[in-house]
């Protein structure tokens, strides 16, 4: 139930954008609530739906009280006040830490028909068509559209979390992609090559009124911090660049 967070003078603040407690959330709570005195408040700032149902029983499992939620612009405010268990709270955090770098993705794939193989990944599947192709429409995606797209996408959703933990009004984040292979003939079999990714180049739109320095600085951080990123720069010509329209 929502109550008057005007009320609640808290000991400390921290924002936690549009991320839910499966993705790393729960990590930056613990963080921050090591920095809170013991029987002191912790205000946390979310724009997740989700959150209002699963913060209370994590509080309760963790030892914390959980005050309420009171509605933000644009945002809920999460009062939680710290409970006695310290070395409860390091542990966990040291705990979810180790369990979150050793975490590995499992999916498996199997041929469903022609040109068209099925991916099992968690609670959901998706299809994927061949490795690469020319047409202008086809059933599904090929294998290196969703190499693109997967980059693209993870790198959209990423600063806009960024934006919304930095309380950055973003009203729009688009972006435009092409990329090439070496040699694709080599792929197809025609001659003898190399058949990987050459080059991607990828622009991001941001549309903004806020302070263009702040957005531009997450938008490095997005990509500092992208696991995809990070690899196919180790391996192919990836040129990035920044607009704000």
């Known amino acids: 139930m929502d109550f008057d967070g005007n009320a609640i003078t808290p000991d400390r603040v921290f924002d936690g954008g549009d991320l839910d407690c499966g993705s790393g959330l729960i990590l930056l709570i613990r963080e921050n609530m090591l920095k809170t005195p013991v029987d002191g408040i912790l205000e946390m700032r979310s724009r997740e739906p989700s959150v209002a149902d699963d913060l209370p029983p994590w509080c309760r499992m963790a030892g914390h009280a959980y005050l309420g939620k009171a509605a933000g612009p644009g945002f809920s405010r999460y009062f939680i006040r710290r409970g006695s268990g310290v070395t409860e709270d390091e542990a966990g955090l040291s705990k979810d830490k180790a369990e979150a770098k050793g975490y590995e993705w499992r999916l498996r794939a199997r041929s469903t028909g022609h040109l068209k193989s099925t991916i099992y990944a968690r609670n959901f599947s998706f299809e994927v068509g061949q490795s ?8 599904r995606p090929c294998a290196v ?50 058949p990987s990714v050459k080059k991607i180049e990828l622009k991001c739109f941001a549309s903004t009124f806020d302070d263009e320095a702040k957005v531009k600085a997450a938008w490095e951080r997005t990509v500092q911090r992208s696991p995809l990123a990070a690899t196919l720069s180790k391996a192919l010509d990836l040129q990035i660049k920044f607009a704000i329209v």
Do not use: M, P
């Open 132 to 139: 690469t192709s020319f047409e202008e429409k086809n059933e």
């Open 145 to 194: 559209e969703y190499l693109f797209g997967a980059l693209a996408g993870s790198l959209t959703t990423a600063f806009a979390t960024e934006c919304a933990r930095d309380s950055l009004e973003v009203d729009d984040i688009e972006i435009s992609l092409s990329g090439s292979l070496n040699n694709v003939l080599a792929h197809l079999g025609l001659e003898e090559g190399d």
